[in-house]
T-cell receptor
Framework: GAVVSQHPSWVICKSGTSVKIECRSL??????MFWYRQFPKQSLMLMAT?????????EQGVEKDKFLINHASLTLSTLTVTSAHPEDSSFYIC????????????FGSGTQLSVL | GESVGLHLPTLSVQEGDNSIINCAYS??????FIWYKQESGKGPQFIID?????DKRQGQRVTVLLNKTVKHLSLQIAATQPGDSAVYFC????????????FGQGTTLQVKP
């Protein structure tokens, strides 16, 4: 099956710094990538939809200036958490789609962010 | 807003028994449903999917049932094994909303040896 690689798998940073998370589709071209956030013992919450070559679409309540998304190529999307605070500590997961209707989505392995 | 929810947060079963995990959805426009398995510290892993024009679909040891009348989805795992222990999520979407999934609450499945 298709492989989505996410890097890093975990990161610890100081409050106020920025952290970049990468999501790559390794064997297919992803016109659309999705970013989710998951707090402990909770479900995945969609943060934003990332379309190659255009601006990301953010879900209600997600600050676009805080969570910067770049989808510069068909195989890479990045999520940058700017000026991170302890409340941003969470498990961030990406998924990738070729854009075909109702296809299976493939998820990355997730990034655990801990902000001190 | 509309959401997908699960009835049981934790399900404990004996190894070898069958497991049934339930899910309720509220968006009547949803026409595609997926079950995912998530192990600790990992991303969701696709298990099985079903479209709204079906009411049952079988995979290897797993069966998904869809009841559109009551907006209910279930995942049945036959002969549950210790390796099945994980959190299970249902997710819904609709045809014109490619890839944008709404996830349910999640059920933790614990398999006792």
């Amino acid at each position: 099956g298709a492989v989505v690689s996410q890097h890093p798998s975990w990161v610890i940073c100081k409050s106020g710094t920025s952290v970049k998370i990468e999501c790559r589709s390794l064997d297919f071209q992803a016109t659309t990538m999705f970013w989710y956030r998951q707090f402990p013992k909770q479900s995945l919450m969609l943060m934003a939809t990332s379309n190659e070559g255009s601006k990301a679409t953010y879900e209600q309540g997600v600050e676009k200036d805080k969570f910067l998304i770049n989808h510069a190529s068909l195989t890479l999307s990045t999520l940058t958490v700017t000026s991170a605070h302890p409340e941003d500590s969470s498990f961030y997961i990406c998924s990738a789609s070729t854009g075909l209707t109702n296809e299976k989505l493939f998820f990355g392995s997730g990034t655990q962010l801990s902000v001190l | 807003g509309e959401s997908v929810g699960l009835h049981l947060p934790t399900l404990s079963v004996q190894e070898g028994d069958n497991s049934i995990i339930n899910c309720a959805y509220s968006n009547s426009a949803s026409d595609y449903f997926i079950w995912y398995k998530q192990e600790s510290g990992k991303g969701p892993q696709f298990i099985i999917d079903i479209r709204s024009n079906m009411d049952k679909r079988q995979g290897q040891r797993v069966t998904v049932l869809l009841n559109k009348t009551v907006k209910h989805l279930s995942l049945q795992i036959a002969a549950t094994q210790p390796g099945d222990s994980a959190v299970y999520f249902c997710a819904e979407t609709y045809s014109s909303n490619t890839g944008k999934l709404i996830f349910g609450q999640g059920t933790t499945l614990q398999v006792k040896p």
